[in-house]
């Protein structure tokens, strides 16, 4: 079974400039998450969709940050403009059904450095 | 609102000795807690999950974890530990949106050296 695919692996912008990620969930999992992941923390949820509709954004930067997730397979996470804060790694996961009884898979991830 | 504590950001151990990584947990209601690691360049990996089933729960890798609903704690144990479980762990929580989604909360980290 293939496992969430997330790219690039790495990206490096400078401040001001946009950016986006783009996430392949594993078939058939109708939620997906995004995550943001800064060094030495935990990571934290910015959006949460079931099939295509936004579960939780609470945690989203609205004005900067931006997620889709058209059909209800792939999504795509956008920052415009980044700023230096914004360095970090941002994971997308997928699950069946939710994660009460089941398993969330993690993407590699993506490293993004704002210089 | 749902959170996890985990106790100690760095743990050392020796390869063959029993490893401990500790995490408390807040909640409202029944949780679902979770144990990942992620090793370096790698993406996260479920060890183990409790969903309120038994309270001794067992992972991979030799890992397993038990529910204390008294203590309020999920800790982490291995009776001997190996280089390869060198690693950072989460511990984690569900929050419940009342239906069939919840979200994952994520403490802080370990991170697990092993010594030769």
């Known amino acids: 079974e293939a496992g969430v695919a997330q790219s690039p692996r790495y990206k490096i912008i400078e401040k001001r400039q946009s950016v986006a990620f783009w996430c392949n969930p594993i078939?058939?999992?109708?939620?997906l998450y995004w995550y943001q992941q800064i060094l030495g923390q935990g990571p934290k949820l910015l959006i949460q969709?079931?099939?295509?509709?936004?579960?939780?954004d609470s945690q989203l930067p609205k004005d900067r940050f931006s997620a889709e997730r058209l059909k209800g397979v792939d999504s795509t996470l956008k920052i415009q403009p980044a700023k230096l804060e914004d360095s970090a790694v941002y994971l997308c996961?997928?699950?069946?059904?939710?994660?009460?009884?089941?398993?969330?898979?993690f993407g590699q991830g993506t490293r993004l450095t704002v210089v | 609102a749902q959170s996890v504590t985990q106790l100690d950001s760095h743990v050392s151990v020796s390869e063959g000795t029993p490893v401990l990584l500790r995490c408390n947990y807040s909640?409202?209601?029944?949780?679902?807690l979770f144990w990942y690691v992620q090793h370096p360049n790698k993406g996260l990996q479920l060890l183990l999950k409790?969903?309120?089933?038994?309270?001794l729960v067992k992972g991979i890798n030799g890992f397993e974890a038990e529910f204390k609903k008294s203590e309020t704690s999920f800790h982490l144990t291995k009776p001997s530990a190996h280089m390869s479980d060198a690693a950072e762990y989460f511990c984690?929580?569900?929050?419940?949106?009342?239906?069939?989604?919840?979200?994952?909360?994520f403490g802080t980290g370990t991170l697990l050296a092993v010594q030769p």
């Open positions: 909640s409202s209601y029944s949780p679902s």
């Open positions: 969709f079931q099939n295509n509709g936004v579960v939780d």
């Open positions: 078939s058939g999992h109708a939620t």
């Open positions: 996961a997928s699950s069946f059904r939710g994660v009460r009884t089941g398993e969330a898979f």
């Open positions: 984690v929580v569900t929050q419940n949106y009342g239906g069939a989604t919840n979200k994952l909360i």
């Open positions: 409790y969903t309120s089933a038994a309270t």
